[in-house]
């Protein structure tokens, strides 16, 4: 992948399941982190050392590309593909903070690939509009964001921390109603990859998929 290329990303809201799917520069998203330390007065001396008071989450910024430019009249809006993520941005009144009970916006996964995902809020959001039709309607727009990891992964998120199976592997629990050739658009960005995903879990029969059922994301072969 040439630096800057477009990639095929997800944005998942984990409360409703709804997916925003984007493209990806990968040359434009940066991880920060901050700990907090306190400093005493230093009296009769040059100084005193900084105490460690706590860890600040992990924060994550990207722009990210969406084009309708080629889509069929009557469906260039490219608003109807960021919207998605305007309501992430909104409170959902089934999800309660445990300590406070009051309603928060939903949790997110970040998902570029078969390479890693990041388990977050959305902090911040800007949507830049680039390109429009005659008649005025966008039909492509830079959206910059910024998310703040929601999870103790206990490892950094470029080597699929949300994994939980062997090899290193991520791994995809699947839903009621589920079925292989759409877990196979969602993970790997084509329903054709069906395939491999059945090999590489030694499925007998794909088409008889359990709810509960691990299923270890092997990356594609390149």
Known sequence: MATGGLEPATIKNLLTGD?????????????????????????????????????????????????????????????????????????????????????????????????????????SITQQFTLFDPDGTPVRATVSLQFMQAEQTGKYPGQNPTSGGHDGYAVHMVKEGET????????????????HLAASNDLDDPSRLVPGQRLLLVPLES
Request: some cysteine.
């Open 180 to 195: 292989i050739d759409q877990i196979a658009f969602e993970e790997y960005g084509s329903s054709n990859a069906w395939r």
């Open 19 to 123: 997916i925003v799917n984007c493209l990806f520069r990968p040359k434009e998203y940066t991880f920060s982190k901050q700990n907090s330390w306190t400093r005493s007065t230093a009296i009769g001396q040059t100084m005193q050392p900084p105490q460690y008071k706590s860890g600040e989450p992990m924060t994550l910024k990207m722009d990210l590309v969406f084009d309708t430019y080629e889509e069929p009249a009557g469906s260039r809006d490219v608003r109807t593909r960021t919207d998605g993520l305007w309501k992430m941005m909104n409170v959902a009144p089934q999800k309660k903070e445990p300590n406070t009970k009051k309603s928060e916006p939903p949790h997110v996964e970040f998902r570029w690939g078969t390479t890693w995902t990041f388990q977050a809020v959305i902090t």
